[in-house]
């Protein structure tokens, strides 16, 4: 499948990013930006989301199959991949099934567990949204608050909405159907583990629970030389909360294990 990504610098080693559930590579231009001054950063849409393809099949096999082809497209030689939560468990998959396709893993507050459900609300308020009759993204913004309270994840998810330049009708860049049916799937365990010794940073937030002292020993036993670093005023979006020790933290590790 061919992923809609963005480039933000010129010069360095690749970097590829990968987003969490319900996000998009937009999601990323800020710290793009901060990271392009040592490396050429490329984020992905996701396949079902963004301005990627949607597709009937999800799940984290065939996305570390999507990386793959966009590495071979791009004639990236052993890029450095980073993935945030439902992108860093591709990341990790992807990071086993194609050793030889890497060089360094940087996997953003999750680990290779299962996590039960917990999206349930905010599937229900984006399903309760009718695109046939919304007015506009305050009625959007209206609605959803009634399953989710946080205004920040509001806005966050209706970035996700947009208005068709043509027909004047309402859609979403997400593919809701498949996300709905098979959002059990993004809380999945991974699967084929191998053991892999290349360097791997793994990033949590200290306000975070994604990733709990109990994670260590599974996360090692798949990558032995794993370093396990937590940035402190930090919960589940790493990058947002804390976005210039977020990039400190990757520069280094990339620097350091070269």
Not at 174 to 186: A, E, F, G, Q, S
Request: no cysteine.
């Amino acid at each position: 499948m061919k992923l809609f990504f963005r480039q933000t610098g010129e010069t360095g080693p690749a970097l590829v990013i990968l987003h969490g559930i319900f996000g998009s590579a937009d999601n990323w231009l800020t710290v793009a930006k901060m990271l392009s001054t040592q490396f050429r950063v490329f984020t992905l849409d996701q396949r079902n989301h963004g301005r990627s393809p949607h597709h009937d099949d999800f799940d984290f096999e065939v996305m570390a199959a999507d990386l793959k082809e966009f590495i071979d497209d791009q004639n990236l030689e052993a890029p450095i991949i980073l993935g945030h939560s439902m992108g860093g468990k591709t990341a990790m998959q992807f990071a086993m099934n194609y050793p030889d396709a890497w060089s360094k893993l940087v996997v953003v507050d999750i680990a290779p567990k299962f996590y039960p459900i917990h999206h349930a609300p905010i599937l229900a308020g984006l399903n309760a949204i009718d695109l046939r009759t919304l007015s506009g993204r305050q009625q959007a913004e209206e609605l959803l608050s009634r399953y989710e309270a946080n205004p920040g994840v509001r806005q966050f998810l209706l970035k996700n909405l947009y208005r068709d330049a043509t027909t004047g009708h309402f859609g979403w860049r997400l593919n809701l159907p498949v996300l709905t049916r098979d959002i059990h799937l993004v809380g999945s365990e991974l699967t084929y583990l191998r053991p892999t010794p290349k360097p791997v940073l793994f990033l949590r937030g200290a306000e975070s629970t994604y990733i709990l002292p109990e994670d260590e020993r599974d996360i090692l036993r798949i990558f032995p030389s794993a370093l396990i670093r937590t940035i402190a005023g930090a919960g589940h979006w790493v990058q947002a909360d804390q976005p210039v020790a977020f990039v400190e933290a990757v520069t280094e590790f990339v620097q350091r294990i070269a």
